[in-house]
């Protein structure tokens, strides 16, 4: 009978064994089936991530080949000047833009020329900023001329504010040449804008301009507006008269020194032109004060915001920018003008 207790003991003891090993197989069984499956996820997960990459890689190639002769807008002209070898630039904001007409300077003066204004920014800074990255795609010019007014402040090109028009020169944020770097920093691009492939193009909404351009950028078409100043939707006021300051600012002296060094060290004769604003933000000291910085920086300088036009609302089409007629009125006094004539003499 003991032997009996002593064999069913033993047989208890081996099955509780074997039971408990078959139990373990098959747990490690599935622990081992969940880590093929988890890698085999993770994998996929990987592929597919690798895959969305490429295809935006690619997509964002594509884009960038497609545009990168072409300007979307007329304004993001950064790559279209390049190889112009101009004998003279023009610099400023938008009254740069659309009062300085080229194919009025060429015809009038035998030379060429090219409107690389801004618009949007009336800093000295983008003045400079923008003609280091025309001289890193062109010879220098022998001319520069700059629109100068007490709109115009100094400004700081690494330490920018202003981000008008930032989503028009999205376009060259994503992996940026060395050339354009500083238009990028300029406006400040982050990261992800830099090196997200496809992140700007939809963050600024330019699929619908990178897809739909249909013809080529023209460098010799002017921007001059031909319409007369709708003062119902754009009515006249004085509001801007207080950005105005009644005294010389030692920023701007310094930043437009700056831009004449510049100039200097290019072999670029720097002439500066106050074109005409409309009389109601007019202010006598401030559009004298212009001049007094010019002269303190011996740098040649021409006052076209005369009384006759100041005072005509037919040259306008808003308080600081003369319209198509406008422009023709003040090349008229510009083609007699001394100092300009002596100025492309020289």
Known sequence: MGKIQSMGFLFLYYSGDFLFLCFFRH??????????????????????????????????????LKIRNESLNDIDNLEQTSNINADLVFLG????????????????????SVNIGVNGHTEIAMAILRLKNYLS????????????DPLVNAGSEVDNSNFCDKDIYARY??????????????FKFNLSERYIPLYSIFKY?????????????NMN?????????DTIHNPITNSMKKNYSNKVQITTVNSLGELNNLCKK??????????????????????????????TLNISFIDINIKPFRNNIEYFYSPTHLNKYGVEQMNQLLKKDSTLITFFKH
């Open 221 to 229: 078409c002017n921007h001059i507006v031909d319409k007369k100043w």
């Open 266 to 295: 290019n072999n670029i004769k720097l002439l500066c032109i106050q074109t005409p604003v409309y009389k109601a933000i007019y202010d006598e000291l401030a559009f004298k004060n212009t001049k007094v910085i010019c002269k």
């Open 205 to 217: 909404k330019m699929l619908d301009d990178c897809l739909s351009i249909t013809q080529k950028y």
């Open 173 to 186: 944020s994503f992996f940026p040449n060395r050339k354009n770097l500083s238009f990028v920093n300029y």
């Open 137 to 148: 795609k062109n010879n220098p010019p022998k001319f520069a001329i700059l629109s100068f």
């Open 27 to 64: 747990q490690s069984t599935i622990h081992l089936l969940s880590i093929l499956k988890m890698k085999t996820f993770i994998k996929n997960i990987v592929r597919f991530s690798l895959f969305i990459i490429f295809i935006a890689i690619l997509l964002q190639t594509i884009i960038s």
């Open 93 to 112: 904001s938008s009254r740069c833009w659309v009062h300085f007409d080229p194919s009025f300077f060429d015809k009038t003066f035998k030379i060429r």
